[in-house]
């Protein structure tokens, strides 16, 4: 149903009759084409000023990630030694297949990387069962507010971002992988200029 505004239309029509009266309605009318026109302007300024998704070479910018299986955490703690970041969501099943590949990845003896996980679940209790389920060891941060889902890009999952010792991004895979198989060990060499 029409939710009626708060001025009834006989007190609407005595408004527009004062607008009119005053000669403000033509002003009124260039203003608001004015707005129209300007109105793709504004919104790419709006757009300029919100968080855009971080590029490859890029600097991932600080964020504070609470903590799924551990403690909250801040993004720049991770710097100093390249870091593996996976998207993920408990209802994403390439995600729940790549989840075991990550967690060998991380045990190998050659490791010299950290890898952390970021739920984009909407309900933390989901993501935290599914790593109970899975005897996950590695860190797993919920992400809050989309923040970290918008800043790495993730349009879709599952996304794995390699970030190198400075914080820069080095590459980004989306799509499920067997991240401990030959092709992805070489892709995180050739990201990590490591040697295995």
Same mark, same amino acid.
């Given at each position: 149903?029409? #939710?009626?505004?708060?001025?009834?239309?006989?007190?609407?029509? /005595?408004?527009?009759?004062?607008?009119?009266? /005053?000669?403000?309605l033509p002003?009124?009318?260039?203003?608001?084409?004015?707005l129209v026109?300007?109105?793709?302007?504004?919104?790419?300024?709006?757009?300029?000023?919100?968080?855009?998704?971080?590029? *490859?070479?890029?600097?991932?910018?600080?964020?504070?990630?609470?903590?799924?299986?551990?403690?909250?955490?801040?993004?720049?703690?991770?710097? @100093?030694?390249?870091? +593996?970041?996976?998207?993920?969501?408990?209802?994403?099943?390439?995600?729940?297949?790549?989840?075991?590949?990550?967690?060998?990845?991380?045990?190998?003896?050659?490791?010299?990387?950290?890898?952390?996980?970021?739920?984009?679940?909407?309900?933390?209790?989901?993501?935290?069962?599914?790593?109970?389920?899975?005897?996950?060891?590695?860190?797993?941060?919920?992400?809050?507010?989309?923040?970290?889902?918008? +800043?790495?890009?993730?349009?879709?999952?599952?996304?794995? *971002?390699?970030?190198? /010792?400075? @914080?820069?991004? #080095?590459? #980004?895979?989306?799509?499920? #992988?067997?991240?401990?198989?030959?092709?992805?060990?070489?892709?995180?060499?050739?990201?990590?200029?490591?040697?295995?």
């Open positions: 149903m029409h #939710k009626e505004s708060k001025l009834n239309r006989p007190d609407r029509q /005595a408004a527009r009759k004062r607008l009119v009266g /005053a000669g403000l002003q009124l009318r260039s203003v608001m084409v004015v026109l300007c109105c793709p302007a504004v919104l790419q300024t709006v757009q300029a000023g919100s968080v855009r998704d971080v590029q *490859v070479g890029q600097t991932l910018p600080d964020s504070t990630m609470r903590g799924l299986n551990g403690p909250a955490r801040n993004l720049a703690e991770f710097r @100093g030694r390249p870091l +593996i970041i996976n998207v993920w969501a408990s209802w994403c099943g390439p995600c729940r297949d790549e989840m075991a590949s990550l967690e060998r990845l991380a045990w190998r003896d050659d490791a010299d990387y950290n890898i952390i996980g970021i739920s984009t679940d909407d309900y933390p209790d989901r993501a935290r069962a599914f790593l109970q389920s899975s005897n996950a060891t590695i860190s797993h941060f919920i992400d809050f507010q989309l923040q970290l889902e918008r +800043i790495l890009g993730a349009s879709r999952l599952p996304l794995t *971002v390699l970030v190198d /010792a400075d @914080g820069r991004v #080095k590459a #980004k895979v989306y799509g499920a #992988k067997q991240w401990d198989g030959a092709q992805a060990l070489e892709l995180i060499s050739e990201a990590f200029v490591l040697r295995h």
